[in-house]
């Protein structure tokens, strides 16, 4: 996996994790309006990276529209990539 | 029902080729008090969870938990994917590898296989949720133990960020159990 | 419904737990949050002790 959608992946995990981080406090804390706020402004960002990763490097889920062949089975898959340390 | 995302929740580093350590690190893939354990556990208590939120939190720790699961599975394998012969001979992964190969396999360090035996989940929402607050500190306990004998940094590096998310878990089971107290002691005065 | 608990001030009965209810303050950027585990600084309690218990050769382990 080159540098590149490494960096992406990586921001999308970052991402990602804010938001089960949020989830997880919303679900005892439902009426909590900052968390509300911050879950929501992660979402958006998540799912704009998310949108600009597959359009460019593949689905990251099987149920994405695809080209021919289908691209889901591509590797690398998650306990291939090599990450680096930060 | 679950979607499956092409990513780990963590980006796993490994340095090293290390059979022993992988048959320690399998403690938290296969064992009592290992990942496995804590999905299966959370995700099957769901059913007679009294609050919304209650039946969300053991919804979305259960399957984090899975991602974690899949976490060290990747550190089992990275450890020994590129382990010859001889370096697995005389080490306590040689017993797994006869069986599995390179394989992760869900048992613990010492081969005893995951069961359900490891699981309570008694229909009680006040058992349950103490069950899950004690389940996260033997978990954050055994991350420290593993951390202890662990000498690759970035296998150490995975390791706190499992043990921390243990942390987290557990306060939220606590408020959980504050949550499900308040429900019960407001259906006892109509 | 989960109304106002932040300042609930209730007698604690016998034989219960009771862990406090975490209020949102500040966070971590979500790169720092997923280094350490955490987006929230209260709720970010490292293991720091390894090389400490190693050394004094006390407690448990």
Same mark, same amino acid.
């Given at each position: 996996?080159?540098?590149?959608?490494?960096m992406?992946l990586?921001? &999308?995990?970052e991402?990602?994790?804010?938001? @089960? !981080? *949020?989830?997880?406090?919303?679900d005892?804390?439902?009426?909590?309006?900052?968390a509300?706020s911050?879950h929501?402004?992660y979402?958006r960002k +998540?799912? !704009?990276l998310v949108?600009?990763?597959?359009?460019k490097y593949?689905?990251? *889920?099987?149920?994405r529209m695809?080209g021919?062949?289908?691209?889901y089975?591509n590797?690398?898959?998650? $306990? !291939?990539?090599e990450f680096?340390?930060? | 029902?679950w &979607?499956?995302?092409?990513?780990l929740?963590y980006?796993?580093?490994v340095?090293?080729?290390?059979?022993?350590?992988?048959?320690?690190i &399998?403690e938290q893939?296969?064992?009592?008090d290992?990942e496995?354990?804590a999905?299966i556990?959370?995700?099957?208590q769901?059913w007679t969870?009294?609050?919304?939120q209650v039946?969300?939190?053991?919804t979305?720790i259960?399957?984090?938990e899975?991602?974690? $699961?899949?976490?060290?599975g990747?550190?089992?394998w990275?450890? @020994?994917?590129?382990?010859?012969?001889?370096?697995?001979?005389?080490?306590?992964f040689e017993?797994?590898y006869v069986?599995? %190969?390179?394989?992760p396999?869900?048992?613990?360090?010492s081969?005893?296989?995951?069961?359900?035996?490891?699981i309570?989940s008694? %229909?009680d929402p006040?058992?349950?949720?103490?069950?899950?607050?004690?389940?996260e500190?033997?978990a954050?306990?055994t991350?420290?133990?593993?951390i202890?004998i662990?000498?690759?940094?970035g296998?150490i590096d995975?390791?706190?960020?499992?043990?921390?998310?243990?942390v987290v878990h557990?306060?939220?089971f606590?408020?959980?159990?504050?949550? @499900?107290q308040?429900?019960?002691?407001?259906?006892k005065?109509? | 419904?989960n109304g106002e608990?932040y300042g609930r001030?209730?007698?604690m009965?016998?034989?219960?737990?009771?862990?406090?209810f975490?209020?949102?303050?500040?966070? +971590?950027?979500?790169?720092?949050?997923?280094?350490k585990?955490?987006?929230?600084?209260e709720?970010? &309690?490292p293991?720091?002790?390894?090389?400490?218990?190693?050394?004094?050769g006390? +407690?448990? %382990?």
């Open positions: 996996m080159d540098r590149e959608q490494k992406l990586k921001e &999308i995990m991402y990602s994790f804010a938001l @089960v !981080e *949020t989830a997880l406090y919303l005892t804390h439902p009426f909590d309006q900052k509300l911050l929501n402004d979402s +998540y799912h !704009e949108s600009i990763y597959q359009a593949g689905p990251l *889920t099987n149920d695809s021919c062949p289908w691209a089975i590797g690398p898959w998650p $306990w !291939e990539i680096d340390m930060h | 029902m &979607i499956y995302e092409k990513k929740q980006p796993v580093k340095y090293t080729t290390n059979p022993t350590l992988a048959q320690m &399998i893939f296969g064992g009592a290992g496995l354990s999905g556990r959370y995700l099957t769901r969870m009294p609050t919304n039946k969300a939190l053991l979305d259960g399957t984090e899975l991602a974690h $699961w899949e976490i060290i990747t550190i089992v990275k450890l @020994v994917k590129d382990a010859p012969i001889d370096q697995i001979k005389g080490t306590p017993a797994h069986n599995h %190969g390179k394989s396999y869900p048992h613990d360090a081969g005893v296989p995951w069961t359900a035996a490891f309570n008694k %229909g006040i058992a349950d949720l103490h069950e899950n607050m004690a389940a500190q033997k954050r306990a991350y420290e133990w593993l202890n662990s000498d690759d940094p296998v995975a390791l706190r960020f499992l043990r921390e998310r243990e557990f306060q939220r606590g408020e959980a159990l504050r949550i @499900v308040e429900e019960m002691d407001k259906k005065y109509y | 419904m608990y001030d209730k007698t009965l016998l034989a219960r737990a009771y862990v406090p975490q209020r949102i303050h500040q966070v +971590y950027s979500p790169s720092e949050a997923l280094e585990g955490t987006l929230f600084p709720l970010y &309690i293991y720091d002790e390894k090389e400490k218990m190693l050394e004094e006390k +407690y448990y %382990g």
